[in-house]
């Protein structure tokens, strides 16, 4: 079975441009996490959706960053305009959620993709 | 808030060394806890966990036993192999999904 896939694995893009990344959580898969890995900053969860909607953006760093889930199967993480301080490696990340008892399991993370603003 | 807190490293064995990489946190009611395991250039892969006081999470060799009263959760192998080089993360959940994460620390491992 296909895990968590993410797209592109590596960008690079000049500061003010704006960036997206993708992400296919495994199928049947109900929640979706971003984070992003930093040397300085360690691993930071971003947002997180549930069946789609988005429950906790406290982590998104700037309005420059906006999420979406427009459906179950993909994900899209923007930046616009991009910095140099938001090069990191972004990882998407899928679990399943019982609605019912609130309770969350194993998150399977993608790859990564790897931004470098200059 | 909570926080996880991990040994620096990189931790450096020889192969077939005992392996420790201390884990402390703080937290607010009782979290579950985890150790994920990040290969170079992979993303992060669930290691083990322990959902209550006391439990032990155990796989490929690994453990880690979830102590309440030192607010800890230490990794330990027995015999470590080059192999198991790689970047490890303690982490634990707020409310059943968040999870938070230490820095990690990079595990080194030579022949």
């Known amino acids: 079975d296909a895990g968590v896939i993410q797209s592109p694995r590596h960008e690079v893009t000049e500061m003010g441009q704006e960036v997206t990344l993708r992400c296919k959580p495994i199928s049947g898969h109900n929640s979706l996490f971003w984070y992003r890995q930093t040397m300085m900053r360690g691993l930071e969860l971003l947002i997180y959706?549930?069946?789609?909607?988005?429950?906790?953006d406290s982590g998104m760093p700037e309005d420059r960053f906006s999420a979406k889930m427009p459906n179950a199967s993909f994900s899209t993480l923007k930046i616009q305009p991009s910095e140099p301080r938001d090069s990191a490696v972004y990882f998407c990340a899928s679990s399943l959620f019982f609605t019912g008892t609130g309770v969350g399991y194993e998150q399977y993370f993608g790859p990564g993709t790897r931004l470098t603003v200059t | 808030g909570n926080s996880v807190t991990q040994m620096e490293g990189p931790v450096t064995l020889s192969e077939e060394a005992f392996l420790t990489i201390n884990c402390t946190y703080t937290?607010?009611?009782?979290?579950?806890l985890f150790w994920y395991v990040q290969y170079p250039g992979e993303g992060l892969q669930l290691l083990l966990k322990?959902?209550?006081?006391?439990d032990k999470g155990s796989n490929k060799g690994f453990e880690a036993t979830y102590r309440k009263e030192t607010t800890s959760f230490h990794l330990e192998k027995g015999s470590v192999q080059v192999s198991d080089s790689a970047v490890y993360f303690c982490?634990?959940?707020?409310?059943?999904?968040?999870?938070?994460f230490g820095t990690g620390t990079r595990l080194l491992v030579s022949p």
């Open positions: 937290a607010t009611g009782y979290p579950s």
């Open positions: 322990a959902t209550k006081a006391d």
């Open positions: 959706f549930n069946n789609n909607v988005p429950i906790d």
């Open positions: 982490a634990l959940s707020e409310g059943f999904q968040k999870l938070v």
